[in-house]
């Protein structure tokens, strides 16, 4: 079974940066896409970042030129850098990942999230 563990949360006051890893729990296996969504309290969880497994990414409207997806794969670790963070930043990070593995073929993990709060 394939875990992913969010990480780099926290407490960070307004224009401040923080980077979010999402580590996996096993190394042979092949990372396809991986996603970084949010979800705000109150609201639906939404697309921050994602990258493909050729690095092709794409960004939510409210984040371009703020955050910046990447990987890593010989880690088997993604990572959100967010800078010039706003109070609606605020919200739990997941991380999603579209992971091959020889017992179950391509399947979507998530990550138990992270929380990232932004002050005014």
């Known amino acids: 079974q394939v875990q992913l563990v969010e990480s780099g949360g926290g407490l960070v006051q307004a224009e401040g940066s923080l980077r979010l890893s999402c580590t996996t729990s096993?190394?042979?296996?092949?990372?396809?896409?991986v996603t970084w969504y949010r979800q705000a309290p109150g609201k639906q969880r939404e697309l921050v970042a994602d990258?493909?497994?050729?690095?092709?990414?794409k960004y939510a409207d409210s984040v371009k030129g703020r955050f910046a997806i990447s990987r890593d794969n010989a880690k088997k670790s993604a990572y959100l850098q967010m800078n010039e963070l706003k109070p609606e930043d605020t919200a739990v990070y997941y991380c999603?990942?579209?992971?091959?593995?020889?017992?179950?073929?391509?399947?979507?993990?998530w990550g138990q999230g992270t929380q990232v709060t932004v002050s005014s």
């Open positions: 096993r190394t042979f296996f092949v990372i396809n896409t």
């Open positions: 990258m493909s497994g050729d690095a092709n990414t």
């Open positions: 999603n990942a579209n992971i091959w593995t020889a017992g179950h073929g391509s399947r979507d993990y």
